[in-house]
Structure formats: structure tokens, C-alpha cells
């Protein structure tokens, strides 16, 4: 019973040690993403870095649209990807769209 016991006790560390560290991974990717939606400039290419444990990479690149029977302008439309990995095998990815006039 107690091998079972320590067991289990094993296995929720690990599980929340990759919730702990994918939270951080989301928080990284959000930052980041709200950083570039907030920036003046929108310029198109890859950016990557590393914050701690971790290592993301930001891809900023034209979106294509296609809005069929609308007389809306919508301006430049770019499609911004962020992407934070982590040791051993972790990643997590978040995906927007930026709008410039």
C-alpha cells in the first residue's frame, strides 16, 4: 500500500510540475503577443528569445482575408504566432490576428 501511496505521490509531482510550467509558457506567450498588438511599428519576420526556463519564438507575418460582398475597410492585416517550449518536451503556442491602419 505504500509503494502504491508514494507512487501516486510521484506522479501528481510530475503532473504538477507540467501545469506549473505550462501556465508560465501561456503567461510568456501572452506577453509577448500583447506586446507586439500594443507596438506602433508591425514589423514582419521572427523574433525569438529566452526567459528562464523557457524559449519562445514570435512569427509576424501578412494575413490573408478574403470578406466576400463587404465595403469595410480593413486596413493590414497581420497574423501574429507565438510559440514557448520548454524542457524536457513542453510547448505552447497562441495564435492572433493584428490589424494596422
Known amino acids: 500500500a505504500l509503494v ?3 507512487r501516486g505521490l510521484g506522479t501528481s509531482k510530475v503532473a504538477a510540475n ?16 500583447a506586446d507586439e498588438r500594443g507596438a506602433a511599428d508591425t514589423v514582419i519576420g521572427t523574433r525569438s ?6 524559449r519562445w519564438q514570435l512569427i509576424v507575418e501578412p494575413a490573408e482575408v478574403s470578406i466576400t460582398g463587404s465595403s469595410i475597410p480593413i486596413g493590414r492585416l497581420y497574423r501574429v504566432s507565438a510559440n514557448v517550449q520548454w524542457e524536457p ?11 494596422v491602419k
Open 4 to 6: 502504491a501511496l508514494f
Open 18 to 33: 507540467y501545469l506549473e510550467a505550462h501556465l508560465g509558457a501561456r503567461i510568456i506567450a501572452q506577453s509577448i503577443i
Open 49 to 54: 528569445g529566452d526567459s528562464g526556463m523557457y
Open 89 to 99: 518536451r513542453g510547448s505552447f503556442a497562441l495564435d492572433t490576428l493584428k490589424a
